[in-house]
């Protein structure tokens, strides 16, 4: 497994690692114990602002994830193996964490140890079952005409992201069905990518108007809810969902706005990006999430407090960098004992799947 390496678009790393950031800022604001009389105070528009990023950042791991293997032509044993074969490793880790600090059940260690299956980490398993299924999703997607796929994607955006947009309808979406249109919109966007001719400051400008749009309706939403109809303010975080057209529109505009700039190479931020999946695994789960937030970094003291913006990003930072280290020790020592153990059958497995499906 280990052979495999390729060189990594450092523009791309930075938007991994960008959007696990955000990703972090929304559970400190989910999941900080945060609770506010006034909507409209500060310290309670900044802990919104801070959870609008949570489905963004989801969204923009998948398009990656849809783009990057849209020209794949076979199924990448290799690849969904070591990403069991990482979950798996802190699944033990938190069951035993669980147990010991007492903040999972035993019926939850039993869970945390069949973490896929058992949905402890739901992007996870959503997130596997897309692996696993890529292989044909692209072949669906390549068996269709550039128009045929332009269709595919707009027909699906209509009614699982525009009409919901505006209507609060969802037409039976599950996050799975999501994560399946996002990946084909991402494999649109790499087939006509080269026909995208908007340079990237307008791309990434789109971008910024767009994510700055879903945080002036929130804005907008708790004013008139504070001063004219309560019952709107459950509507505050309406634009800010996973199939928000504004959501989609970030996205895609970001993630283009990058791929165009100039392509660079930087061996430091590719290693530390390749740590995203375990930073994600290790400060997110129900071993650690009764611990984390409200006891170690006790952030509902700062709810009221003139710092709590200073204490939010210092305490993600904190968060970030400590998981990162954390999984470049278990990279380095684990992940490299995993390759000796299981390298060559993964790569016997890979030969014998693509084999019987007739793939070269």
């Not at 791991?61 to 490793?89: C, D």
């Amino acid at each position: 497994m280990g052979k495999h390496v390729r060189q990594r678009n450092t523009n791309i790393e930075y938007l991994r690692l960008l959007a696990i950031f955000i990703v972090i800022l929304n559970h400190y604001s989910l999941l900080g114990g945060f609770s506010y009389c006034d909507p409209l105070s500060f310290n309670a528009i900044l802990i919104q602002f801070l959870h609008v990023g949570g489905k963004l950042g989801v969204n923009i791991f998948i398009f990656i994830s849809g783009y990057f293997s849209y020209t794949s032509q076979k199924i990448n044993v290799r690849h969904i193996s070591k990403f069991f074969l990482e979950v798996t490793f802190y699944s033990i880790i938190f069951a035993v964490f669980g147990l010991c600090f007492h903040t999972l059940s035993l019926m939850g260690v039993i869970r945390m140890l069949i973490p896929i299956p058992f949905v402890q980490w739901p992007f996870v398993t959503f997130y596997f079952m897309l692996m696993c299924l890529s292989f044909w999703f692209n072949k669906l997607a390549h068996s269709l005409t550039e128009k045929q796929h332009r269709a595919l994607v707009i027909g699906l955006g209509i009614i699982w992201c525009v009409i919901p947009t505006f209507f609060k309808a969802d037409f039976a979406m599950s996050m799975f069905a999501w994560y399946v249109y996002v990946f084909l919109l991402a494999g649109y966007v790499r087939r006509i990518i080269d026909g995208i001719n908007l340079p990237p400051k307008v791309l990434t400008g789109i971008s910024a108007a767009s994510f700055v749009t879903i945080l002036v309706s929130e804005l907008v939403i708790d004013w008139f809810g504070v001063h004219f109809i309560p019952s709107v303010l459950k509507y505050a975080e309406h634009f800010r969902s996973m199939n928000s057209l504004l959501v989609v529109i970030t996205t895609v505009t970001l993630f283009i706005g990058v791929i165009k700039l100039e392509p660079k190479h930087n061996k430091f931020v590719a290693t530390t990006a390749s740590t995203t999946l375990g930073v994600f695994l290790i400060h997110d789960n129900k071993a650690m999430i009764p611990l984390l937030w409200t006891k170690l970094l006790r952030t509902s003291q700062f709810a009221d407090s003139k710092y709590l913006i200073l204490h939010a990003f210092g305490s993600c930072i904190l968060v970030m960098t400590v998981c990162v280290i954390i999984d470049l020790i278990r990279q380095r020592t684990i992940g490299r004992l995993e390759d000796k153990l299981f390298g060559k059958w993964i790569d016997s497995l890979d030969n014998k799947v693509n084999s019987y499906l007739g793939i070269n």
